[in-house]
């Protein structure tokens, strides 16, 4: 490794194929079920936990909460990639406004051996993903570490970010709901939309039915893509324990011109980020390449 590199953390809910493939470091945060704190993955494996885990416990009623990396834990991704050879880090995280981990990171990028530039995404999950991924894009075309930072800001600025849950409890008890409080009244008769703004989760819309939520959703997306002709896009379908609806999204979306062939994906939400939003959550977010 030489250069600049990429560092995010794991609630861009990337896939570790994709996060291999493209050279980036992972972080990752914690999930604690019953007292016992794990580290987040899409593998069990080493002792970590899964969305499909984290669901379960949610649904079974166990005590499941959640933590941010220590700014420990960045120091030794920091100076893993500055022992491979990196001349610089640039480090992708999600929205300040809803987690310390930006915080963690800026506190371990102080004493880092080499240069670190903290990126505050102010959004979450795919979109934080995507602008991660473009970061390690451009990076070994020999991109200045301003250069690799602006790029991700400029990518996650331009994305779109929509999801439904199933109710707001979970956001409520985390206290990641801001402005959404207001709908706390009527959440059992509808269909909670929210999206992200401001590096904050707000209310967006209210529907009856989940069919309903989801065509609202493909019509948004739809709307995005429609002005995106000759841009291109990235469209990430994320769930947690909802395949079928985030496949229903993505097939309604795959062969839009404003799409690259392979460019819609499929996948579950981190397990962080399905601890906030609860079983059933489905979303979409639009990624233009800017």
């Known amino acids: 490794m030489s250069g600049v590199a990429v560092v995010t953390d794991s609630t861009s809910s990337l896939v570790p194929s994709a996060a291999n493939e493209a050279g980036l470091v992972v972080v990752p945060l914690q999930v604690i079920v019953d007292g016992r704190s794990r580290p987040e993955s899409f593998r069990p494996d080493h002792g970590s936990i899964t969305p499909g885990a984290v669901a379960a416990a949610l649904r079974e009623g166990r005590s499941v909460s959640t933590s941010r990396p220590a700014p420990e834990a960045f120091t030794s991704a920091y100076e893993s990639v500055a022992a491979a050879g990196a001349s610089a880090i640039v480090s992708v995280h999600l929205s300040a406004g809803i987690s310390g981990t930006c915080d ?88 909670p939309l929210l999206t992200v703004t401001d590096g904050k989760i707000a209310p967006f819309e209210r529907v009856r039915t989940m069919s309903r939520a989801l065509g609202r959703l493909e019509q948004l997306a739809m709307s995005v893509l429609d002005e995106l002709e000759g841009v ?51 979303g979409l977010v639009v990624s233009p390449r800017t």
């Open 104 to 191: 963690a990171a800026m506190t371990a990028a102080r004493s880092a051996s080499v240069p670190v530039i903290v990126v505050d995404s102010r959004t979450v999950a795919p979109a934080c993903g995507f602008a991660a991924l473009e970061a390690a894009r451009v990076a070994p075309a020999g991109g200045s570490p301003d250069e690799v930072a602006e790029t991700a800001r400029r990518r996650a600025a331009a994305a779109s970010t929509w999801f439904c849950v199933e109710n707001l409890d979970y956001l409520r008890r985390g206290g990641r709901i801001g402005a959404a409080q207001a709908m706390l009244g009527s959440a059992l008769a509808v269909k």
């Open 232 to 282: 291109g896009a990235d469209v990430a379908a994320v769930h947690l324990d909802n395949r079928s609806a985030a496949d229903r999204l993505a097939r309604a979306l795959t062969g839009h011109t404003a799409l690259v062939p392979g460019a819609v994906t499929v996948s579950e939400v981190s397990a962080v980020l399905g601890v906030h939003c609860g079983p059933g959550t489905v």
